[in-house]
């Protein structure tokens, strides 16, 4: 009789002890497996239309990385992009994408006036460079950050474009480029989770009409045709 206790009470340990393996190892587990971004949203997604036009505003929440920060201030300017696709469906093959917009928006600190410049641009910074920008200035981070996590009224597509007798879809993405970094800064950073900002949505395009249409021009399309000129 006690040697079956004596037995009953080794494999209990040994199960209690199994367990507790297995619940460590699925911790570890757990803490590799966590997404390699940070956590970003998409808290707005809505598209108006005109006759002429389809505009998207977006609101996107991040928080900006310690070591971004710290980048940043070191003047190490950061290149966020906004992309969107519109897809029209196609009941016997792959939805057909018909047009697709880039915005890129570059912030850097100015040490001399303790001021940060952002320079907002339509298209990919390699194609365009900054000579198309539209610069604004803010006082502090914060109030540059937020004019970056808002689009308002950003125009994606000629109205034309838009079949409305067709279902259409709208792919939206934002993130951190890390290609536009220094290259020794690029090597540095690679595979690093705190350096990866991305986040995207889709969704239906159900474009509202444009409730104020005396809506001002994009800025930032109007500064690329004056560029252009």
């Known amino acids: 009789m006690t040697a079956f206790i004596t037995q009953f009470l080794k494999n209990a340990a040994c199960e209690a002890m199994r367990r507790g393996l297995l619940a460590f190892f699925a911790c570890v587990v757990m803490a590799f497996a966590s997404p390699a971004t940070q956590a970003a949203e998409v808290t707005q997604l809505r598209m108006e239309r005109s006759d002429e036009s389809v505009y998207l505003s977006a609101a996107v929440r991040f928080d900006l990385p310690p070591v971004v920060e710290d980048a940043l201030i070191k003047g190490i300017p950061m290149f966020f992009v906004a992309e969107a696709d519109i897809y029209r469906g196609r009941w016997y093959w792959y939805d057909k994408r018909i047009t697709t917009a880039t915005r890129t928006m570059r912030l850097a600190y100015q040490p001399l006036t303790r001021r940060w410049r952002l320079n907002i641009l339509p298209g990919a910074i390699s194609v365009t460079g900054l000579r198309a920008s539209l610069s604004q200035n803010y ?82 399309r109007e500064t690329a045709k004056e560029a252009v000129k």
């Open 139 to 220: 006082d502090t981070l914060s109030d540059a950050l937020a004019a970056i996590q808002r689009i308002s009224r950003w125009r994606i597509a000629d109205a034309a474009e838009i079949d409305a007798a067709a279902r259409h879809n709208v792919e939206f993405r934002f993130r951190l480029d890390l290609s536009q970094l220094p290259r020794p800064f690029q090597i540095g950073v690679a595979g690093q989770r705190d350096w990866t900002i991305a986040v995207e949505d889709s969704r239906q395009l159900v474009a509202e009409p444009l409730r104020d249409m005396s809506l001002t021009p994009d800025p930032v």
